[in-house]
C-alpha cells in the first residue's frame, strides 16, 4: 500500500540533461519541483575524481555509470516474426543512470539539426515527390520548424557551453564553419578546440578534395566559461577519457558542470535519488494525471501528488512509462493505429580504418568531441530521388581516446589474442586513425516499442519490448557514405585500410556498442492520430504530462541528438511557463 | 630570614587581594554608544544582512547542524573551544538576554552570569559596533530565529586556560577602546572601515597576534593591522603588503573574491570559505565596493590586477614540466602527474575556475600547513549566489605518501616565480589525519 506524500506542484521523472533544466525553468516560475532520480547521486567530486575515474576497466568495459540489465531492461527482437528476448548484457547501447543521467558519460558531440530535418516529409515531398518515399517508411514532419527553435538551440548552447566554428550566421557564410548548416543567430559561445593529427589530416584531404571542413562542435569547453545560470566549464585537457566516463576536470557539459549547483540553490526544488518511478496515475477519467506513485531506495511505495508531470527520463524509459501508465492509445504495427510506441529508430553509422606506419597519432591526447568534420553529404545535400534513399550523414575524423581495451585498432585479419595479436599490437598502437560517417535513421512501419507479453521487471511489470532492424533505405545510405570516404582515405595514402559499413542483408545485432542514439517511441507532431506528443511535447491524451526528450523524434536526424533533446527542452519549458500555467489545457 | 617571610605573607596578602579584586569587582560594561528611539524598529531584512556581515553563523551553526544551535569545534592554540547555542531558546541560548546583557557579550566578551568568554568569539572587535546594529543584531536573534533546545558540548581547556576568571586580567590588558570612530571624511572608506574592522572582524584572523595572544592592532591607523595570522595551521594572508592581494589584484578582482570565493587569479581554500559561504557572498554591492576600498586604501592604494609577465625562472619551470622527461625529480613529476591537468605548465590555471599556483598566497604561505591540507584533503568552493558552483579540488592524501607529499610542496613552492621554503615529510607527517575544522562550505 502507497503512503502518499505532501502535494508537489510539479514532478519531474529523472533528473539528467532534461531534468535538470525543466527544474531550473520551472523554479523560476515559483513552483514547487521535486525531481525522481532512481539511480544514485553524483558529483564531480567524488565520484569523477581525479585520477580514480580514469580507469578504463571499471567505467569503460564494466559501465561503471550505466543502468544495471537487472534492475532495468527490455527486450528486443527484429522482426514481427521473431520472438523478443531481454537485453541481458549491455552492448549496442548504454543508457545511464544517477543525477545526470547519459548527460555524465556522453563525449559531448552537440549538434543543430539541419532545417530540412524537421519537415522531413514535407522537404521530400516538395524536392523529390511523395512516390519516392518507401511505403514501409513512417516518415513524419515534427511539428515545429528551425527557425522557431533557434532562440533554443541558442539557449542551450550558452547553458552547456559549446566550443565550435558557426559556418553560417543570420544567412551570412562563415569561413571556416558549416557552409550547410542552418542559419544561427550568433556565434558559439567559445571557440573550436584545438584539433589532433587525425582530424587535420582529414581536413586537409577534404579540402583537396573540394569538401568543407569544419571543426566538430564540442560540448568540452576549450577554455574557462562561465554559462548563464554561473556555472562553470574549465579548458579540457584532452585526457582521453570522455564517452562513459564522468569529467574529471569540469571541462566536459553535463547537467553537474551546468546545472546542478544552481538548481540545488533553489529553495523551493528538491530532489531524490535511488527512487524509481513507477507509473503515471491518472485522474478516473484518463484527461489529467494526479501524480506519479514510486518506489524509495527501501523498497517502499509512495503517491507522490503533483499538478503537473514531467517525463524526462531516457527515451526508452519515458515511451516504457506512458505505456504503462494507459497514457495514449499503443502503437499496432498491423493497422497502423495508435501511437505510443510508433516511429522508434536509430542511427546508421558505419567507417573506414586508416593505418600509417610512419605517423604518430598519440591516440592518448584525445577529447570527446575533437574533430573535424564534413556535411558535403549531409540531408540537404542529397539528390534523395538520383540516390535511390533517404537520408544523410556527417563525415568525421577526429581521437576520443587511445584507451589500450576497447581502442586497439588494428589490421584486418590480426588474431583476436596470442603471439600475432601482440606482434600486431606492438606495430600498430597508435598508427591509426578513422574517419567516420554518422548518418540518419529512418522509422517504418514495423519499427516500434510495445509492452513484452512474456517478460517482467523486478516490479513485476512487463518489460518494453523493441522491434528494430536495419532497412534497405538506410543500408543503401551508409553505402553511399563509404563510396564518399573510401576515396578520401585513399588520397591519404594508408599503408593499410579497412571498412566496415552495413551491407545487404544485415541484421541489427545488440552485442556490439553502435551508438546510445535511440529515438522515436513517443513522438511529436501536429496530429494526435499520428503522433503522441503535440509541437510543445505535452501528451495529446493527458494534458499536464509533458515528455523531454529523444522519444520525440519522429525518425532520426543524421546528427547527435543532444543538441535537439537541449533546445526541445526549453521550448517546451517555455511554453510550460507562457501557455500552460496560466490556463492549465491542451494547447493545441 | 624574618624578612624573607614578610615579603612572601605580603606577596600573598597582594595576590588575594588582587583574586579579590578580580573576582568581586563589578565589571565594567561598556554603555551604549549611541540613544536609539526606545520604540526603535529594526527595519525588515536588516538584522539577517547585519548577521551575515558579522558572519555569526560560520562559528555558531555546525557543520549541519540547527542555525545557531552552535556546537562548531574552533581550534585554539589552547584547545577546542567549542561554539555555543546562541538561538533564544530560553534556557540554553540567548533567549533570556536583555539588550544590556546582549551588548555586553559583544562588546565585553561578559556572559549574563558573569564569566567572561573566550577571546575566540571577536569582541574586542565587536566592541566597535554600533549601538544601531547591536539593537538590530538583537531584535534578528530574539524574533528571527527559530529556537533550539540543545546543548552541545562545553568547552573544557586544561588549566590554567579553564580559569575563565583569568580572561577578565587579559581583557584588561588586550582589549582596545570601545566604539567606532569615523576618520577618513569619506563615507565609502568610513563604511569599509567600519565593515572590515568591526563588523567582518577580518583582523581576528588576519592581524598578527601579539604577546599576550591579543591581535596587535584592530584599527587600519595601525600599520600592523590585517598584516597576516595564522589559524589552524594555516596563514591568514597580509592584507596590506605590496604582494597583498589587494595591492596587486584590481578592484573588480578581490570584490569577485569576496562575493563568489573566486575570481581569475585565486579560489577560496580553508577557514575564509566558510566566510564567503555564510558572509560575504551576501554583501550588497555598496558595502562590497567598501570593503575593497577600504583594503586597498590601507595598503596604499591598490593593484590593477595586471598579471606580470614570466620571469627567466617561471619560464624554466614551465619548460621543465612541458619536456615531460621521465628523468625529471620527483616533485615536478608528481604535479605532472597529479596537478598539471588544471593548474598547467604555466601554473596559472584557468579564469574562475582552477586558481593560479604561480604566485598563490597559500602555496607561499610561511605556515605551511595550508598547502599540506590542501593537497591531502583537496578544496571546495562554497556555493555563492552569482557563482553556484562548489567546484571541488580532489584530495591526493590517498595516493601520496608523505615524502611525496612534500616533494610536491617543495616544488611548487619553489615553482615558477614562487621563492617559499621547503615542506619536509614531518610536516606532512603532523597534518595527516588532521583535516583542522571540516571543511565543507555545502552545509
Not at chain 2, 588582587?18 to 565589571?27: E, G, K, T, Y
Not at chain 2, 610536491?408 to 589525519?433: P, Q, Y
Amino acid at each position: 500500500m502507497a503512503t502518499t506524500a505532501k502535494k508537489k506542484d510539479v514532478v519531474i521523472v529523472g533528473l539528467g540533461w532534461t531534468g535538470s533544466i525543466l527544474g531550473m525553468e520551472l523554479c523560476e516560475e515559483g513552483l514547487e519541483v521535486l525531481a525522481l532520480e532512481r539511480g544514485p547521486d553524483r558529483d564531480t567530486v567524488p565520484d569523477f575524481k581525479y585520477p580514480d575515474v580514469a580507469d578504463e576497466l571499471k567505467y569503460a568495459i564494466r559501465y561503471g555509470f550505466m543502468q544495471r540489465p537487472r534492475n532495468s531492461t527490455l527486450t528486443i527482437r527484429r522482426t514481427l516474426e521473431e520472438t523478443a528476448l531481454p537485453y541481458r548484457s549491455l552492448g549496442s547501447f548504454l543508457p545511464g543512470d544517477g543525477v545526470g543521467g547519459a548527460g555524465v558519460h556522453w563525449n559531448g558531440h552537440t549538434w543543430r539539426p539541419m532545417a530540412e530535418e524537421l519537415r522531413l516529409r514535407s522537404y521530400v515531398e516538395e524536392t523529390f515527390g511523395a512516390e519516392i518515399i518507401p511505403e514501409e517508411m513512417t516518415l513524419q514532419d515534427w511539428g515545429v520548424d528551425y527557425a522557431e527553435l533557434e532562440p533554443y538551440f541558442d539557449r542551450f548552447e550558452k547553458v552547456a557551453g559549446i566550443a565550435g566554428q558557426a559556418g553560417n550566421i543570420n544567412g551570412e557564410v562563415v569561413e571556416g564553419g558549416n557552409p550547410f548548416e542552418a542559419p544561427r543567430s550568433g556565434d558559439f559561445p567559445m571557440p573550436p578546440l584545438p584539433q589532433t593529427v587525425d582530424a587535420l589530416m582529414f581536413a586537409e584531404a577534404a579540402r583537396a578534395m573540394g569538401y568543407h571542413p569544419f571543426p566538430r562542435p564540442a560540448a568540452n569547453a576549450s577554455q574557462a566559461y562561465t554559462n548563464p545560470y554561473g556555472m562553470q566549464l574549465g579548458p579540457c585537457n584532452f585526457c582521453g577519457f570522455c564517452e562513459r566516463f564522468g569529467c574529471l576536470n569540469y571541462s566536459k557539459s553535463s547537467p553537474q558542470t551546468c546545472v546542478m549547483a544552481a538548481l540545488k540553490r533553489k529553495p523551493n526544488f528538491e530532489y531524490k535519488v535511488n527512487s524509481e518511478v513507477l507509473r503515471v496515475e491518472l485522474a478516473r477519467d484518463g484527461r489529467t494525471a494526479t501524480g506519479v506513485t514510486y518506489v524509495t531506495a527501501e523498497g517502499e511505495e509512495v503517491f507522490q501528488p503533483a499538478d503537473l508531470v514531467i517525463l524526462a527520463a531516457y527515451q526508452l524509459h519515458n515511451v516504457h512509462l506512458m505505456l504503462l501508465s494507459g497514457i495514449g492509445q499503443p502503437y499496432d504495427p498491423i493497422t497502423g493505429e495508435g501511437v505510443m510506441g510508433k516511429n522508434y529508430a536509430y542511427q546508421m553509422n558505419g567507417g573506414t580504418s586508416l593505418f600509417f606506419k610512419d605517423v604518430e597519432f598519440n591516440p592518448f591526447v584525445g577529447a570527446g568531441s575533437n574533430g573535424m568534420v564534413i556535411d558535403d553529404f549531409a540531408i540537404n545535400q542529397i539528390d534523395f530521388a538520383a540516390e535511390g534513399f533517404i537520408g544523410g550523414s556527417y563525415i568525421s575524423s577526429g581521437t576520443t581516446n587511445g584507451q589500450p581495451i576497447r581502442s586497439m585498432r588494428l589490421p584486418p585479419d590480426t588474431p583476436g589474442w596470442g603471439g600475432d595479436w601482440k606482434k600486431a599490437t606492438k606495430e600498430w598502437y597508435g598508427h591509426s586513425m578513422s574517419i567516420g560517417s554518422h548518418g540518419s535513421n529512418m522509422a517504418y512501419r514495423d519499427t516500434y516499442l510495445d509492452l513484452d507479453p512474456t517478460y517482467q521487471d523486478r516490479f513485476g511489470r512487463p518489460l518494453l519490448r523493441m522491434t528494430f532492424n536495419w532497412k534497405p533505405n538506410d543500408i543503401r545510405m551508409t553505402q553511399f557514405m563509404k563510396s564518399k570516404i573510401e576515396p578520401i582515405a585513399e588520397s591519404m595514402n594508408p599503408d593499410i585500410m579497412a571498412s566496415g559499413y552495413k551491407a545487404d542483408g544485415a541484421m541489427y545485432d545488440v552485442r556490439p556498442y553502435q551508438t546510445t542514439h535511440n529515438v522515436g517511441g513517443a513522438i511529436m507532431g501536429t496530429d494526435p492520430t499520428s503522433s503522441a506528443l503535440n509541437r510543445y511535447l505535452q501528451s495529446w491524451d493527458v494534458h499536464n504530462v509533458f515528455v523531454m526528450g529523444a522519444n520525440a523524434f519522429p525518425q532520426n536526424i543524421q546528427y547527435n541528438p543532444t543538441g535537439v533533446v537541449g533546445a526541445l527542452a526549453y521550448w517546451s519549458a517555455e511554453a510550460i511557463r507562457t501557455q500552460y500555467l496560466p490556463n492549465p489545457r491542451p494547447l493545441i | 630570614m624574618k624578612t624573607f617571610l614578610r615579603i612572601v605573607a605580603g606577596l600573598i596578602v597582594l595576590g588575594l587581594v588582587a583574586v579579590a579584586a578580580i573576582a568581586f569587582l563589578p565589571i565594567r560594561k561598556t554603555p551604549p554608544n549611541d540613544q536609539l528611539a526606545a520604540n526603535y524598529e529594526v527595519p525588515a531584512g536588516q538584522g539577517e544582512y547585519t548577521m551575515r556581515l558579522a558572519d555569526c553563523a560560520a562559528c555558531h551553526t555546525a557543520e549541519g547542524g540547527e542555525p545557531f544551535a552552535g556546537g562548531r569545534a574552533i581550534e585554539s592554540p589552547f584547545g577546542t573551544i567549542w561554539s555555543t547555542n546562541i538561538t533564544p531558546d530560553p534556557d540554553v541560548g540567548i533567549g533570556g538576554y536583555t539588550l544590556d546583557e546582549f551588548r555586553a557579550v559583544l562588546n565585553d566578551g561578559v556572559r549574563r552570569d558573569g564569566t567572561h568568554l573566550y577571546p575566540a568569539m571577536p569582541y574586542d572587535n565587536y566592541r566597535k559596533l554600533s549601538e544601531q546594529d547591536i539593537r538590530v543584531l538583537y531584535g534578528f536573534f530574539m524574533n528571527e530565529v527559530e529556537p533550539v533546545a540543545s546543548e552541545g558540548e562545553t568547552t573544557k581547556l586544561d588549566f590554567p586556560f579553564d580559569q575563565r576568571w583569568g580572561i577578565r586580567v587579559w581583557d584588561w590588558a588586550a582589549l582596545s577602546a570601545p566604539g567606532f570612530t569615523p576618520r577618513y571624511d569619506d563615507p565609502v572608506l568610513d563604511r569599509g572601515a567600519y565593515l572590515v574592522e568591526t563588523l567582518g572582524h577580518c583582523g581576528a584572523c588576519h592581524t598578527p597576534r601579539n604577546a599576550i595572544f591579543a591581535q596587535a592592532a584592530t584599527t587600519g591607523e595601525d600599520a600592523t593591522f590585517l598584516t597576516g595570522g595564522a589559524i589552524g595551521g594555516w596563514s591568514a594572508p597580509d592584507l596590506r603588503g605590496p604582494n597583498s592581494a589587494p595591492q596587486t589584484w584590481s578592484a573588480e578582482q578581490l570584490k569577485a573574491y569576496l562575493a563568489s570565493g573566486r575570481n581569475d587569479r585565486s579560489a577560496v581554500t580553508g577557514e575564509m570559505s566558510l566566510v564567503i559561504a555564510h558572509s560575504m557572498q551576501y554583501a550588497s554591492e555598496d558595502d562590497l565596493d567598501a570593503i575593497v576600498a577600504y583594503l586597498r586604501h590601507i595598503g596604499g592604494g591598490g593593484g590593477d590586477g595586471t598579471q606580470p609577465e614570466p620571469d627567466a625562472d617561471a619560464e624554466a619551470t614551465t619548460e621543465l614540466l612541458a619536456s615531460a622527461d621521465p628523468a625529471m625529480e620527483l616533485g615536478p613529476r608528481l604535479y605532472l602527474d597529479n596537478c598539471n591537468a588544471c593548474h598547467f605548465t604555466d601554473g596559472r590555471g584557468a579564469d574562475g575556475v582552477f586558481p593560479e599556483l604561480d604566485g598563490n598566497s597559500l602555496v607561499n604561505a610561511s605556515q605551511t600547513a595550508g598547502v599540506i591540507d590542501v593537497i591531502l584533503n583537496g578544496s571546495r568552493l562554497p556555493s555563492t549566489q552569482s557563482r553556484p558552483a562548489d567546484l571541488a579540488m580532489p584530495d591526493f592524501g590517498h595516493r601520496l605518501s608523505d615524502e611525496e607529499v612534500a616533494a610536491l610542496a617543495t616544488f611548487v613552492r619553489s615553482a615558477w616565480s614562487n621563492e617559499a621554503g621547503a615542506v619536509t615529510a614531518d610536516d606532512v607527517a603532523r597534518r595527516r589525519g588532521n583535516a583542522g575544522r571540516p571543511q565543507d562550505p555545502r552545509s
